[in-house]
């Protein structure tokens, strides 16, 4: 019992510590933020957060992987972006007590740190840093945002297939070699298509091209890239800026 228990105080600090919308604040800030934690058990495929629900918390994610999006009326998914161990979510609710313009789904078995907005606000009239580092990681991520419309927007879907594999491998990549990686989650022509903003069909078409092109190879759901080279190549094909 008591190993579990510094196991979980452990996941609490970490998850506190290395957020970066609790950088800067004193000791005595982080802790009152980590004993309000509450860790929340979720599988993969369970919904964390419907859009238009109400939020009185914010959520980081411990372990495991979670998709932010929409649905439109026609039952389109839109997809913003997925988030990793270290990632927090439900800010937007913590300004104005709106409701999620988001859904989140967990992608695999994960552990979520969950505290309340009131503990956060606490912290806030207290050290109002916070709330400056919070608008700061938020600019990013708007930045990010823009971006993403601006590669739906005037992109083809090669190159957009091209980035979303390189943000794949820059969070869930293991090198195998100087300029290759593979994929340490699977992922489904399916759900590339979602990520792509297009078809199951185009997807497999491009990669199947680039299988023969040499640089590409998937073996049960899980991608390989032999030369990150050529895939930079493709990504950079109509201007966008890769990073």
């Known amino acids: 019992m008591l190993v579990e228990e510094d196991r979980q105080q452990c996941q609490k600090s970490r998850i506190v510590r290395q957020s970066p919308w609790f950088a800067g604040l004193p000791a005595e800030a982080l802790e009152q933020l980590q004993n309000s934690i ?16 109400p939020l009185d918390s914010i959520l980081g994610i411990v372990s495991g992987r979670m998709r932010l999006g929409a649905v439109s009326a026609r039952g389109q998914e839109v ?9 927090w ?3 937007f609710s913590l300004y104005d007590d709106s409701p999620s313009p988001l859904d ?6 994960s552990v979520l740190a969950v505290i309340p907005h009131r503990v956060v606000h606490e912290v806030g ?6 709330y400056r580092e919070m608008h700061r990681d938020l600019l990013v991520r708007t930045r990010n945002l823009c971006d993403l419309f601006e590669l739906v927007a005037a992109h083809p879907l ?3 297939l091209a980035i979303r594999l390189l943000v ?15 994929l340490t989650v699977r992922i489904t022509q399916g759900e590339l298509a979602t990520l792509c903003y297009g078809t199951r069909q185009h997807i497999n ?10 640089f590409i190879s998937i073996r049960n759901d899980y991608i390989e890239c032999s030369d990150f080279r050529r895939l930079v190549a493709k990504a950079s094909l109509s201007g966008f800026a890769v990073t």
């Open 38 to 53: 509450r860790l929340r058990n979720v599988h993969g495929g369970q919904i964390i957060v419907a859009r238009g629900m």
């Open 79 to 87: 997809n913003v972006g997925d988030l990793i161990a270290g990632g």
């Open 89 to 91: 979510f439900g800010d």
């Open 104 to 109: 989140g789904t967990a992608l695999e078995d």
């Open 125 to 130: 009239r207290r050290f109002p840093i916070i």
């Open 158 to 160: 090669a190159v957009r």
């Open 168 to 182: 794949l491998f820059q969070e869930h990549g293991k090198a195998i070699g100087n300029h290759s990686s593979k």
């Open 205 to 214: 078409r491009l990669l199947c091209s680039w299988s023969e092109e040499g």
